[in-house]
């Protein structure tokens, strides 16, 4: 290794010449954007994605991957309304975790590209759980074998008993109003804060968005001046610890500089967390991780949002590739078939000369009916 002897990187600043490249064989490997995907990809009955003829026909496969990252809202904990550890706030933060339905922003927004997340961690890492056993009981029931995000009714249930019944106050008799801090300011995102307007509608929840600029964002989460936000989280390594410690106590936002963003704070989850952070991978750490996402889904400090998928196609030529974030160093790996890439680029892309013989023949006989159309008028004379 290396297996390759030299890379070269192109910045393309349009999406349609860059995709089309890449089918052209001028790029060993593409990610899919959206305007692209129903053209790449072909999704089953039963769910399972996989390149369209057109793809196979040139050999190009594709690679999926959960990614090690998880994308949240999240609740200020130390916000009078929607923080605290007192049951009328965790009861108001579940039934927006039932209302908001993630798994239609994954099939809307991302091209079905994830999975809604259960706990901070992804799949992949220690402490995450298949099946039954890994999910939030709070927000979905096992139903038919996978899980199913309880009914709206219990939301508004949940609701009532914090004390807002249909989404008033029962002390003022005003509607309840949660403020978002964003940064998503562009026309794409319009779409998006749209479509969580109405989800707060089904608890007759009023969402006010308030969107700034990156840097008015980070101050106001650093001094705790928010109640909803948008974050997210990618794994710089492949352990728990670098997601549970996202709601460590002593790592808040707020006061201490650190990366609990949400001010969570509960004395038996930090204790928990101080106990399992340096264990070796064990049934023993665990068990202890199953107690921590336990306290985190009956406290509720996030909207777990949902963990992204990657999506490379390949051409065949291209070996030893598969979507990763957290190795940089993965180029070493690559292997090319170099002669069976410069043989299919020359068959895609043969130049197409029956335009230019037809412009030439239209060109002379243009030139024959103006030389004919001149002699008559010279004979004329």
Do not use: C
């Not at 999406?15 to 890449?22: A, D, E, G, L």
């Not at 927004?109 to 099946?131: C, D, T």
């Not at 001046?225 to 790592?251: K, S, V």
């Amino acid at each position: 290794m290396p297996l390759i002897d030299q890379v070269v990187f192109s910045l393309e600043k349009e999406t349609i010449p860059y995709w089309n490249k890449f089918l052209q064989g001028y790029y060993d490997a593409s990610g899919i954007s959206s305007d692209s995907f129903d053209q790449a990809v072909q999704v089953s009955v039963a769910g399972e994605t996989n390149v369209t003829d057109d793809m196979k026909e040139q050999g190009i496969t594709l690679s999926t991957s959960v990614a090690t990252s998880t994308m949240y809202m999240g609740f200020n904990w130390l916000d009078p309304v929607v923080g605290g550890s007192s049951a009328r706030a965790s009861k108001l933060r579940r039934a927006i975790a039932i209302a908001i339905d993630f798994e239609e922003f994954i099939s809307i927004f991302a091209n079905g590209r994830g999975i809604a997340a259960q706990s901070p961690i992804p799949p992949g890492i220690f402490g995450y759980r298949e099946g039954e056993a890994g999910i939030n009981r709070y927000v979905y029931d096992w139903a038919n074998g996978m899980p199913k995000r309880k009914p709206i009714e219990e939301a508004k249930k949940l609701l009532a008993e914090a004390g807002y019944p249909d989404g008033l106050d029962e002390k003022t008799k005003q509607p309840l109003v949660i403020y978002l801090d964003t940064t998503a300011t562009g026309v794409g995102n319009k779409s998006r804060l749209d479509w969580l307007r109405k989800q707060f509608d089904k608890l007759n929840l009023q969402l006010v968005v308030r969107s700034t600029d990156y840097n008015r964002f980070q101050d106001k989460v650093r001094r705790g001046d928010t109640q909803l936000f948008y974050f997210g989280w990618n794994a710089d390594y492949p352990d728990p610890e670098n997601f549970l410690f996202l709601l460590h106590g002593p790592q808040a936002k707020v006061g201490k500089g650190g990366e609990n963003a949400a001010n969570y704070s509960n004395p038996e989850y930090d204790r928990l967390f101080e106990q399992m952070k340096n264990m070796p991978n064990s049934e023993a750490r665990q068990k202890i991780i199953d107690q921590m996402l336990e306290i985190l889904r009956r406290d509720s400090p996030w909207l777990w949002g949902h963990h992204p998928k990657d999506y490379v196609l390949r051409h065949g030529w291209l070996h030893n590739s598969k979507p990763n974030k957290m190795a940089n160093n993965n180029l070493k790996y690559l292997r090319i078939e170099t002669a069976q890439r410069d043989e299919l680029r020359r068959e895609w892309n043969q130049p197409v000369l029956l335009p230019l013989w037809l412009s030439g023949m239209a060109l002379a006989v243009f030139g024959w009916w103006l030389w004919r159309a001149l002699r008559q008028r010279e004979e004329a004379r």
